[in-house]
């Protein structure tokens, strides 16, 4: 016996519900979408689910576990977290005060997608979840590390769809954006924001 049809719509519907709460995903990859663009923003999304699917192949190993359990480890990847996405958001701010020249799309894209696989990989809630929330989903009497690997991907995607869809929604407020004082009040609006949410993030992930 293995993975039933229902518990895997179910482990879907709750992937879903989790990631359309609030979160430092949601916030940099609408930040991405309305200030950068749609190619920038899916670069970031794609870093996202490398980072996610990474995590989740880390849990499949008992990886995930061993950061739960070491409080030390937690603490280090959670602050970590928090300063990177504060810096992201200093790094806005100082972006938005500056007459920028777009770089070659490749680049710009590589840039957004490497930032988006380190938020995640710097995330220890994303470890919690895989440990925490997954395994009630797998049938102890099946193969638990096919489950594992299957619910991991069902996350990463249903993460990925969400995710596509904010960078989409937002991208399409750029116009808003033409002028160039309004696009320095935005910006900086938006690295305003994304540090609150890195003050959030810290109280949410204290243990």
Same mark, same amino acid.
Do not use: C, H
């Given at each position: 016996m293995g993975l039933t049809l229902s518990a %895997?719509?179910?482990?879907?519907?709750t992937s879903m519900l989790i990631e359309l709460t609030p979160g430092p995903n949601m916030a940099y990859l609408a930040i991405v979408g309305v200030s950068q663009g749609r190619k920038a923003g899916y670069a970031a999304v794609a870093g996202v689910a490398l980072g996610l699917a990474i995590i989740g192949i880390a849990a499949a190993l008992g990886l *995930? *576990?061993?950061?739960?359990?070491?409080?030390?480890?937690?603490?280090? !990847?959670?602050w970590g977290g928090v300063i990177y996405l504060l810096w992201l958001a200093f790094d806005g701010w100082r972006e938005a005060s500056e007459e920028i020249e777009h770089a070659p799309l490749g680049s710009s894209n590589a840039l957004y997608f490497r930032r988006g696989l380190i938020t995640n990989l710097l995330?220890?809630?994303a470890a919690v979840f895989y440990i925490a929330v997954l395994p009630g989903f797998v049938e102890p009497t099946g193969v638990v590390m096919t489950q594992? !690997?299957?619910?991991s991907a069902t996350y990463v995607a249903a993460a990925t769809g969400i995710h596509f869809a904010i960078v989409t929604g937002?991208?399409?407020?750029?116009?808003?954006?033409?002028?160039? =004082?309004?696009?320095?009040?935005? =910006? =900086?609006? !938006?690295?305003?924001?994304?540090?609150?949410?890195?003050? %959030?993030?810290? %109280?949410?992930?204290?243990?």
């Open positions: %895997w719509a179910l482990f879907a519907l *995930a *576990a061993a950061i739960n359990a070491s409080p030390m480890l937690y603490q280090v !990847l959670r995330n220890p809630k594992t !690997l299957l619910l937002a991208a399409a407020l750029r116009p808003l954006l033409e002028d160039p =004082r309004r696009s320095m009040i935005v =910006r =900086r609006g !938006l690295s305003v924001a994304l540090g609150l949410v890195a003050v %959030w993030f810290a %109280w949410k992930t204290s243990v």
